[in-house]
Nanobody, 115 residues
Framework: QVQLVESGGGLVQPGGSLRLSCAGSGSIFNSHRMGWYRQAPGKERELVAQIISNSVTNYADSVKGRFTISRDNAKNTVYLQMNSLKPEDTAVYYC?????????WGQGTQVTVSS
């Protein structure tokens, strides 16, 4: 079985930075897609960024140029570096891993951007 554990969330002022981590255990394969969604109060969950292997990445338009997704295959860990944070980035961030038609989710980590 696959387990995902996120960390790195917290409270940050607008313009600040945070780095989220998602450590995977179990049957994690480097060629499979991993990424991050977020869900703000009263809104649907939305895709933030995803990475396939170490070379193919996609980002939501709202975070392009501010967020960077990366992956350490040796540690089965995916990261989300978030810079120039805005209040509208406030949400619970969830990492995910896709394998053979199954999507695994982490428990989520809260990111709050506020002065």
């Amino acid at each position: 079985q696959v387990q995902l554990v996120e960390s790195g969330g917290g409270l940050v002022q607008p313009g600040g930075s945070l780095r989220l981590s998602c450590a995977g255990s179990g049957s994690i394969f480097n060629s499979h897609r991993m990424g991050w969604y977020r869900q703000a109060p009263g809104k649907e969950r939305e895709l933030v960024a995803q990475i396939i292997s170490n070379s193919v990445t996609n980002y939501a338009d709202s975070v392009k140029g501010r967020f960077t997704i990366s992956r350490d295959n040796a540690k089965n860990t995916v990261y989300l570096q978030m810079n120039s944070l805005k209040p509208e980035d406030t949400a619970v961030y969830y990492c995910y891993y896709d394998a053979w038609g199954t999507r695994y989710w982490g428990q989520g980590t809260q990111v709050t951007v506020s002065s």
